[in-house]
């Protein structure tokens, strides 16, 4: 039988990457203390690894394919193909950035200040070519971690990864730059990418992961309106793409079947019984296929 070999990210993006697997339709599960998880698909074989480490693997063909980020593979020169954006992280489903911070007293207010001075990051290759870019000479040393609390006694300043800048201002820090934004990327190795089978098990599961990326934040929605009020309840809906309508036993009514954001049914519904609408249902939405 034919095995796609699949790394998945360890540490801060594990848990949400087994929530997305889980709405895509598929059931992983991580058995303590070791590093390869089952998957509820015998053609599948799943490897944990640090995203950091992911697309060298990849590239080398011990992996077929995995999920890393984008700045891994940048950091990594890894010459991996990327089959798809999958925007998704442990916090918010918006992208990461690597940003340049020092702390909130420091004499350090732009990129030049940086001269012969010391930065701690993990992103040791991108922070070197983005300070040559600059014309900036500085020291670029490794961080094991914890990368935020360096400054000012272990380093100078620090370029690392944020979501939501919480970290930042709980160490008294303040952005100087950002030198890119990253997201999750679903990579795959040269060779598996151009062999016909794994392409296409690597393409059905983008394709299912995409689809429950899509239904995030969204229900379906269906309702039974009078032919008189479809126009007045019609304008109400935000739907997606054009709401499906479909005929009753009672001529005088039709079904009305369309996508919203959550956000807004606890606005909507009053709208929608007050235009007319009845037995108005909302269910959820595990994969929006396109």
Same mark, same amino acid.
């Given at each position: 039988m034919s095995t796609l070999n699949l790394g998945l990210p360890a540490g801060s993006l594990q848990e949400a990457t087994a929530e997305l697997f889980k709405k895509a339709g598929y059931k992983i599960t991580y058995q303590s203390r070791s590093y390869y998880p089952t998957i509820d698909d015998p053609e599948i074989q799943c490897t944990l690894l640090r995203a950091q480490e992911m697309a060298r693997y990849v590239q080398n063909g011990v992996l077929d394919c995995g999920l890393t980020g984008h700045d891994w593979v940048k950091e990594n020169d890894a010459d991996v193909v990327e089959l798809a954006e999958? *925007?998704?992280?442990? *916090?918010? +489903?918006?992208?990461? +950035?690597?940003?340049?911070?020092?702390? /909130? $007293?420091?004499?350090?207010? =732009? *990129? &030049? $200040?940086? &001269? $012969?001075?010391?930065?701690? =990051?993990?992103?040791? /290759? =991108? =922070?070197? +070519?983005?300070?040559?870019? &600059?014309? *900036?000479?500085a020291q670029v040393e490794f961080s094991w971690g914890a990368t935020e609390v360096k400054p000012p006694k272990l380093a100078d300043a620090i370029v690392d990864v944020t979501e939501t800048g919480s970290s930042l201002r709980a160490n008294n820090l303040r952005v100087v730059a950002e030198l890119m934004q990253s997201t999750t990327r679903f990579i795959a190795n040269r060779q598996a990418a151009a062999d016909p089978w794994k392409r296409k098990k690597m393409e059905d599961m983008v394709l299912m992961l995409q689809g429950a990326m899509a239904a995030e934040g969204k229900v379906g929605m269906m309702m039974n309106v009078r032919k008189r009020d479809l126009e007045k309840v019609l304008a109400l809906l935000p739907a997606l793409q054009k709401p499906t309508i479909a005929s009753l036993s009672d001529p005088e009514w039709v079904d009305v079947n369309t996508i919203i954001e959550e956000t807004v049914v606890r606005v909507i519904v009053p709208k929608l019984k007050a235009a007319g609408a009845s037995g108005i249902v909302e269910y959820p939405l595990n994969k929006i296929i396109d």
């Open positions: 999958l *925007v998704f992280s442990k *916090v918010s +489903r918006r992208p990461v +950035r690597w940003i340049l911070a020092v702390p /909130n $007293d420091s004499p350090i207010h =732009t *990129v &030049q $200040d940086l &001269q $012969d001075k010391v930065i701690a =990051t993990e992103l040791v /290759n =991108t =922070t070197r +070519r983005w300070l040559a870019a &600059q014309g *900036v000479s």
